[in-house]
């Protein structure tokens, strides 16, 4: 008599059976099959209603049975980076990669959860990896991101490069001329920051760090109704942007418009009640607000003499 072991729990069958007698296991290929089929449709429903921990469970059933199933590995990877953990998912994004070299979605999420954990030498080498991928197309965003990590580990000249490559790729995507925008600023060509920042914004990228850099390059060029202007736009598009805030208060206390800096510092420390950066500005607009009197006592004094 032929037996069937389980692969579950290795228990021994009788061959006329189909399912373990002891765990329920199915032992019948087909109906193996079919079960895989039954556990992915499943999957689809409770990705949708972001139920994970019963998802990461069919996953993992499923790549019991199929453990070379790449699909899967990789749905099981965005699952666990959801959940914040980050290693699982990493391990699966891994095992789909050696079933798949080429799988571009799993080595560009790899690379992304690098980024994230800061092991930027090892999510320079996946997206450098993804440019050698058999599957080829423009991959601008990868040499944008290439670029990212080399202005994070301090070669500007790189990054630059890379930015502008991903721009030569694809004219119209937004993120490469706004990273350029940053390496202007910070070289001081401001003329060349706001035109990279305005391109940037005429692609569509309204991000409210667009809009405060924006301002502060308008700042350094004296421009300062349209730095009044974009720091403005930052807070309308984002009410709960610090930075903006921040900084509005210090234009108007440097620009000796005590009304409005103290309309913004008092939006900030409701908002941000626990935040020290608060205290250096109440410091900033009160001996702002001191020196401003005191000049006006001196000039007044001067006139009557």
Request: aromatic share 14%; with cysteine; net charge positive.
């Given at each position: 008599?032929?037996?069937?072991?389980?692969?579950?729990?290795?228990?021994?069958?009788?061959?006329?059976?189909?399912?373990?007698?002891?765990?329920?296991y199915?032992?019948?290929?087909?109906?193996?099959?079919?079960?895989?089929?039954?556990?992915?449709?499943?999957?689809?429903?409770?990705e949708?209603?972001?139920?994970?921990?019963?998802?990461?469970?069919?996953?993992e059933?499923?790549?019991?049975?199929?453990?070379?199933?790449?699909?899967?590995?990789?749905?099981?990877?965005?699952?666990?980076?959801i959940k914040?953990?980050y290693?699982?998912?990493?391990?699966?994004?891994?095992?789909?990669?050696?079933?798949?070299?080429?799988?571009?979605?799993?080595?560009?999420?790899?690379?992304?959860?690098?980024?994230?954990?800061?092991?930027?030498?090892?999510?320079?080498?996946?997206?450098?990896?993804?440019?050698?991928?058999?599957?080829?197309?423009?991959f601008?965003?990868?040499?944008?991101?290439?670029?990212?990590?080399?202005?994070?580990?301090?070669?500007v000249?790189?990054?630059k490069?890379?930015?502008?490559?991903a721009?030569?790729?694809?004219?119209?995507?937004a993120?490469?001329?706004?990273?350029?925008?940053?390496?202007?600023?910070e070289?001081?060509?401001?003329?060349?920051?706001?035109?990279?920042y305005?391109?940037?914004?005429?692609?569509?990228?309204?991000?409210?760090?667009?809009?405060n850099n924006?301002?502060?390059?308008?700042?350094?060029?004296?421009?300062?109704?349209?730095?009044?202007?974009?720091?403005?736009?930052?807070?309308?598009?984002?009410?709960?942007?610090?930075?903006?805030?921040?900084?509005?208060?210090?234009?108007?206390?440097?620009?000796?418009?005590?009304?409005?800096?103290?309309?913004?510092?008092?939006?900030l420390?409701?908002?941000?009640?626990?935040?020290?950066?608060?205290?250096y500005?109440?410091?900033?607009?009160d001996?702002?607000m001191?020196?401003?009197?005191?000049?006006?006592?001196i000039?007044?004094?001067?006139?009557?003499?």
């Open positions: 008599m032929n037996i069937k072991v389980c692969n579950k729990c290795k228990t021994e069958n009788d061959e006329s059976y189909n399912y373990c007698f002891s765990c329920g199915p032992l019948n290929e087909a109906i193996k099959e079919k079960e895989i089929i039954r556990l992915l449709g499943i999957s689809f429903g409770l949708v209603y972001n139920m994970l921990d019963k998802l990461i469970n069919i996953y059933s499923i790549l019991y049975e199929r453990p070379y199933y790449a699909d899967v590995r990789y749905r099981c990877a965005l699952a666990y980076e914040g953990d290693e699982k998912a990493i391990y699966h994004l891994n095992e789909a990669l050696k079933i798949n070299p080429d799988y571009i979605q799993a080595r560009s999420k790899l690379a992304d959860i690098y980024v994230i954990l800061g092991n930027y030498q090892e999510a320079l080498i996946e997206y450098k990896n993804l440019l050698n991928t058999k599957v080829r197309y423009t601008a965003d990868v040499h944008n991101n290439i670029g990212v990590i080399y202005e994070k580990q301090g070669n000249k790189q990054a490069a890379y930015y502008q490559k721009i030569s790729l694809n004219p119209k995507f993120k490469p001329y706004y990273n350029l925008g940053n390496i202007y600023y070289k001081g060509d401001y003329e060349q920051a706001i035109a990279h305005k391109k940037a914004l005429s692609l569509k990228l309204e991000i409210p760090e667009v809009y924006l301002a502060l390059a308008y700042y350094k060029l004296n421009n300062l109704q349209e730095t009044e202007n974009n720091f403005l736009n930052a807070i309308k598009l984002d009410p709960l942007f610090f930075d903006a805030y921040y900084n509005i208060v210090l234009f108007y206390i440097q620009t000796n418009n005590f009304q409005n800096a103290k309309k913004y510092l008092d939006i420390k409701q908002r941000y009640p626990s935040n020290y950066e608060i205290n500005l109440e410091k900033n607009l001996k702002k001191k020196e401003t009197i005191k000049d006006e006592i000039e007044e004094k001067g006139k009557g003499m």
